[in-house]
């Protein structure tokens, strides 16, 4: 039988019940809910708790159950299972004793409301939560996500946060407040960056869902207005599965001050994945020429399209495994290897027979086996290496305040054959 019913309902309040459900309620002996959710019901017999301490509520609820009172009724917004007080319920109560009578969620609405197919969103709560598993998926590329707020981590601290994590990769919002109410209002913002600073000044109410679409557009680039050295990683156009995979911006600028670079050289770029290392050096080089190793069909597309955005003439893409495509290439002065697809030791042995005289070798290395491979090569060779350990963090907005995220921590070894 069952003790206590958990009921969701919506900012239309009654109005938003089937008639099951409201004879329920009528019947209840006890009614539990928010101030919100309680206001509905102004004339109900039932005795009442209101639900501002989940704890002590529970404590209230065992209370009357071991007095016998069946009839529990517990309100709650939209469906109670999802990212609801359903789940606190069933851990505290016998799921025997509990029945659940969803109404529709913040999110179905929301998406209902911007007429956009929702069966693969993913939704992210940040209400009283770390927005990591937001960072973690815009810095993915998910391509609707939608954001469940609360006070510090309300609309516009998201806006903010997406401005500081340079997404190579533009998302159109929602801002979805009061579904299902007489003050539902939805807020389209199709221009982020144009409408930031009045985004940050708009008043949003305190209920309401952030819904996010990936645009499959980049950012325009103005090449007059780009800096010399160290382009901003969301400039690259990327692969759209894992869009965060390049050498970072801080990594590149490192990188290219190990290379030890002069004019008119030869530079091997292998796993060069987006291009983004090849596209920094030709810019600084015109008169090299570089080489751009990638074994995968899209990272060869998207260096060619890389050299093409940012009206570079001095990159060849290269495509296939190395080191068997490499053996057709003219000599180089600098190689790096940024990938290596498991042929770390057959790379370096064809780099050393085709480096010239000063050549230099530069590894970025994110793993101790890999690290272990190069270090056992160069020692085996009699070469003389230098490490670099980087381990860097950029910092982002969390809510009104400011904390570090740190970049995936990469190991740069700078080697050169003894003479």
Known sequence: MTKVHVIGIGLDG???LGERVKKIILQANLLVGSSRHLSYFPNHPAQSIELNDFKKAIAQIHQYLN????GIVVLVSGDPLFFGAGRLLLAELPSEDISFYPHLSSVQLAFNRIKVPWQDVRVISVHGRSNQELIKALQQGVEKIAVLTD???NPSAIFNLIKSLSLPSEYKLWVCENLGGENERIIEISDFNFRQKDLQKEEYAALNVVVLLRQDKYKKIELENLPLLGIPDDYFLSFSD????????????????ELGLRPGQVIWDIGAGTGSVSIEIARLFPTSHI??????????NLIQANSKRFQVENTTAISGLAP????????????????????LTKILDVC???LLTDGKIILALATLEHLNTALSWFNFHNWKYQLLQVQLSRSIPIGNLTRFAPLNPVTIVSARQLQ
């Open 291 to 300: 080489y751009a190793i990638e074994k995968t069909a899209a990272g060869i």
């Open 151 to 153: 006070g510090v981590n």
């Open 324 to 343: 068997d495509n490499l053996l057709d290439l003219p000599k180089c002065d600098r190689v790096f290897i940024g990938g290596s697809g498991g042929n």
């Open 67 to 70: 007095l016998g009172v069946n």
């Open 352 to 354: 050393a027979q085709n």
């Open 14 to 16: 009654v109005g938003s």
């Open 242 to 257: 894992r869009p965060g995979l390049m050498t970072k911006r801080e990594v590149r600028i490192l990188v290219l001050g």
